[in-house]
C-alpha cells in the first residue's frame, strides 16, 4: 500500500470559535503533514511527528509555505442553473420564471445533463469545494448524470431529483406519482453508491401540491436517515404565495411541518423572513436555516439574520451556501465575502475563523456528516485543499504585510477566488493539477 504524506501548514477546527482571539477552536500546525491512505487521512500533526511515524517509501508533496485546510463544502446549490447565471432580473419570481425554469427545460435530454454535470465538477475542484447539496431537474436524467459523475471522480456529494407538479412550465412537471417512483428509483440506484447521498428534494411549495408534499412525507418516513432540501422565505412575494395556496398552515414553516419535512437532516434554503414563531420551530426541530449571501444581495431578497437566529434562547442551525445560479460565484471565498458584507449592514462583523469555521466543520455538522468532511482529523475522509494567499498581483502586495493567521485569512477570504486554490485533493488524489493536465 502506497502512502503520501502531505506538507504544508495546516488549520482545522474543533468547535465554532467564541471570538477572533478564541485560538482554542481551532488547531494549527506551522510545520504540519496528512498521512493519507486509500482515500482516509490516517494521521494528522506536526510534520516532524508523522514523518517518523510514516513508511519508508512513503511519497511526500511539499505545499510549504501554502496552507492547508478542509475542503470547502457548499450546502445549497442548482447544479441545472449554470447557465443561467448572471441573468438579469428584478427578483426572485421574476428570475425562475424567465430564465431558470426554462433553462432546466433542456435537462430532459441526456446529452444535455452529462455536460453541464462535467461542468459543474469541474468548477467545484477549480473552486476548491469537495462536498455540496445540490438540486438536480426535475428529470430523472439529470440525477443519474449528476450522480454518474461524483461516482467517477470520488467526490461526497448530496443531491436529489426536484418534485415539481404545479405552477411551472409543461416540461418541468411530473407528478405526486412520479415524484415517488422516481425519487425511490434514484435512492435505489445512488444512494450509498461510492460517496453518493440522495437527498428528498420538494423544489418549494409554490411548486408541489398538497397530494405530491403527501409524496414526500411518505418517502422521509420511508427513509428517514436521508436529507431533505428545499426553499423556505427567501422572498415576501413567494411567502404571501405561499399562504394563499397552504390557507390552512399559520405560515410558511408550518407548511413543510404539517407534512413532516421538518428535522436535523433538513436544509432550508434562504429563511431570511422567519417570524419568530418560524424561528422557534426550526430550532426545536434541529433543522438548517442555509445563508446564501451573493443570491440575496444579487436577488435583492434580504439580510440574512445570521447573528439574530444564532443568538436566540433557542438559536437555529446555520449553514452557509452559494446558491448556483442565483448565486453569482462558485467560490465559497466570495461567498463569504460577501455574507461579511450583509453583516457588516446590520451592524455586525463575521470574523475570518467564523467564516472558515462555516465553509468546513461548520458546514459538515450542518450536513450530519462531519465524521466524514469539514475536518483534518484521522479516520476521515482525505478531502482538503491547499490555499495561496499571494495568487494574484494584488494579493501577493497586500500579503507583504501579513502577520497574523486572522489577516492571512481575511485576506483569502476577502480577495481570493479559484486563483487561491493552488491544488484540491479528492480522497486523497490532487483534483484540480490533475484537471488542468486534461
Not at 432580473?89 to 444535455?112: D, G, I, K, S
Request: with cysteine; charged share 20%.
Amino acid at each position: 500500500m502506497t502512502s503520501t504524506l502531505i506538507r504544508g501548514r495546516l488549520l482545522s477546527f474543533h468547535r465554532a470559535p467564541f471570538a477572533i482571539d478564541d485560538s482554542a477552536a481551532y488547531a494549527y500546525e506551522t510545520d504540519g503533514a496528512l498521512l493519507v491512505e486509500n482515500g482516509v487521512i490516517v494521521a494528522s500533526g506536526t510534520y516532524a511527528a508523522i514523518k517518523a511515524g510514516a513508511a519508508d517509501d512513503v511519497v511526500e508533496i511539499d505545499h510549504r509555505p501554502h496552507l492547508i485546510v478542509p475542503g470547502f463544502i457548499d450546502t445549497h446549490l442548482h447544479f441545472p442553473q449554470m447557465q443561467v447565471m448572471a441573468s438579469y432580473a428584478a427578483n426572485l419570481l421574476e428570475w425562475l420564471n424567465t430564465y431558470t425554469f426554462p433553462e432546466e427545460c433542456r435537462f430532459v435530454e441526456t446529452a444535455h445533463a452529462e455536460r453541464i454535470a462535467s461542468r459543474f465538477f469541474d468548477e467545484m475542484v477549480r473552486h476548491g469545494t469537495t462536498t455540496a447539496a445540490a438540486y438536480c431537474s426535475v428529470h430523472k436524467a439529470s440525477v443519474d448524470a449528476f450522480f454518474a459523475e461524483a461516482l467517477r471522480r470520488d467526490m461526497r456529494m448530496i443531491a436529489g431529483k426536484v418534485m415539481m407538479d404545479r405552477n411551472a412550465p409543461q416540461g418541468l412537471l411530473d407528478t405526486p406519482e412520479m415524484s415517488y417512483d422516481e425519487t425511490r428509483a434514484v435512492i435505489r440506484e445512488w444512494h450509498g453508491k461510492g460517496r453518493n447521498h440522495v437527498a428528498i428534494t420538494p423544489r418549494f411549495a409554490i411548486t408541489s401540491t398538497p397530494e405530491q408534499m403527501d409524496v414526500a412525507r411518505s418517502l422521509v418516513h420511508e427513509f428517514p436517515d436521508l436529507h431533505v432540501q428545499t426553499h423556505l422565505s427567501e422572498n415576501r412575494d413567494e411567502i404571501a404565495f405561499t399562504c394563499e395556496l397552504y390557507p390552512e398552515a399559520v405560515d410558511y414553516t408550518d407548511v413543510y411541518a404539517r407534512y413532516g419535512l421538518l428535522g436535523p437532516k433538513s436544509l432550508f434554503g434562504h429563511c431570511i423572513h422567519l417570524s419568530e414563531r418560524e424561528a422557534d420551530a426550526m430550532s426545536e426541530t434541529g433543522s438548517v436555516a442555509v445563508f446564501c449571501p451573493t443570491s440575496n444581495l444579487f436577488l435583492g431578497s434580504g439580510l440574512f439574520p445570521l447573528r439574530a437566529l444564532n443568538r436566540r434562547d433557542k438559536p437555529v442551525r446555520t449553514s452557509v451556501a452559494s446558491d448556483i445560479g442565483g448565486g453569482t460565484s462558485y467560490s465559497m471565498l466570495k461567498t463569504l465575502d460577501e455574507a461579511y458584507k450583509i453583516l457588516q449592514l446590520q451592524g455586525e462583523r463575521l470574523n475570518p475563523f467564523d467564516s472558515f469555521f462555516m465553509m468546513t466543520r461548520g458546514n459538515a455538522e450542518a450536513l450530519s456528516l462531519v465524521d466524514k468532511i469539514g475536518t483534518l482529523e484521522a479516520g476521515t475522509d482525505a478531502d482538503f485543499i491547499v490555499l495561496d494567499m499571494a495568487a494574484t498581483p494584488a494579493m501577493a502586495l497586500r500579503a507583504e504585510v501579513v502577520t497574523s493567521l486572522a489577516d492571512e485569512l481575511f485576506l483569502l477570504q476577502t480577495m481570493g477566488d479559484d486563483r487561491s486554490i493552488v491544488e484540491t485533493y479528492v480522497a486523497g488524489k490532487p483534483a484540480k493539477s490533475a484537471l488542468a493536465a486534461a
